[in-house]
């Protein structure tokens, strides 16, 4: 009886670890021999060979209706950003990481070199109560910093719009402004052109100098620049061919 209880201690170990995608530590197996009636249950172990994909669903582009989003061929739009209905990024243009741009009601568009920056919500409304267009326009070389809000507004080229900012319905930045971060623009408020505003409701604080007008563009191209190096970590087409392919190898589909 010793024999056998020596023979097995030898062998189990080994034929434990040859069982693929389970494996045994070497106490469990000691104790296996041990005591057969009443086993350690065995340790799953993830197969190397699984593709670690991520299953959250997420969908960058969604199409509504007739309505499609369109995204030029230089423009960065990261691959966690949603962008619903009638959306329109421009050349040059970026789109940063948990933005959404949803454009179910109305259509929403970022000019050329523009950036909307991390977690911002563009919305439109179906229409305003100001009477102005709906819509909500950003155009070229304008800057939207990071958990910003805007629905339904205007804003013109070369403008600089703060982090945590709020642009309500109807509400117009016109070119080379700046907000400060946290700024609110009530419904149908006009930023007059050349001038820092700051508050909640946003008030005049001073007439930005010449200097200060200038660097408004150059922000926004070295924004565009960097969005470049992001550009360049990922490729035009799906690689999803290559997994299908690896599954139908492994079910010995032809291909």
């Not at 010793?2 to 693929?20: E, F, K, N, V």
């Not at 593709?51 to 007739?66: E, F, N, T």
């Not at 563009?217 to 970590?233: G, H, R, T």
Request: with cysteine; aromatic share 8%.
């Amino acid at each position: 009886m010793s024999i056998l209880g020596r023979i097995s201690r030898r062998l189990l170990p080994s034929t434990l670890s040859a069982a693929p995608g389970i494996g045994f530590s070497t106490e469990a197996a000691a104790q296996l021999a041990v005591n057969p009636e009443h086993p350690i249950a065995p340790v799953i172990r993830e197969s190397p060979d699984r593709v670690k994909w991520d299953y959250r669903g997420q969908r960058r582009i969604v199409p509504l209706g007739q309505w499609c989003p369109k995204i030029a061929v230089d423009a960065y739009v990261a691959p966690n950003v949603v962008l619903a209905g009638q959306v329109v990024v421009y050349d040059g243009a970026s789109v940063w990481n948990g933005a959404v741009l949803r454009g179910d009601l109305n259509k929403i568009s970022v000019g050329f070199c523009s950036n909307v920056q991390e977690r911002c919500v563009i919305h439109a409304a179906w229409s305003s109560p100001t009477g102005l267009s709906a819509e909500t326009s950003i155009d070229r070389y304008v800057t939207i910093g990071a958990y910003s809000l805007l629905r339904s507004c205007t804003i013109e080229p070369e403008c600089i719009i703060g982090q945590h900012s709020i642009l309500m319905e109807g509400s117009l930045v016109e070119t080379h402004s700046i907000l400060e971060a946290g700024s609110v623009i009530p419904p149908g408020r006009r930023i007059p052109s050349g001038e820092l505003w700051s508050g909640n409701p946003a008030k005049f604080v001073r007439t930005l100098t010449y200097d200060e007008i200038l660097e408004i563009p150059k922000l926004a191209v070295a924004i565009n620049d960097l969005c470049q190096s992001y550009m360049s970590e990922f490729l035009p087409y799906s690689m999803a061919y290559l997994e299908l392919e690896k599954l139908k190898s492994s079910m010995g589909i032809s291909l």
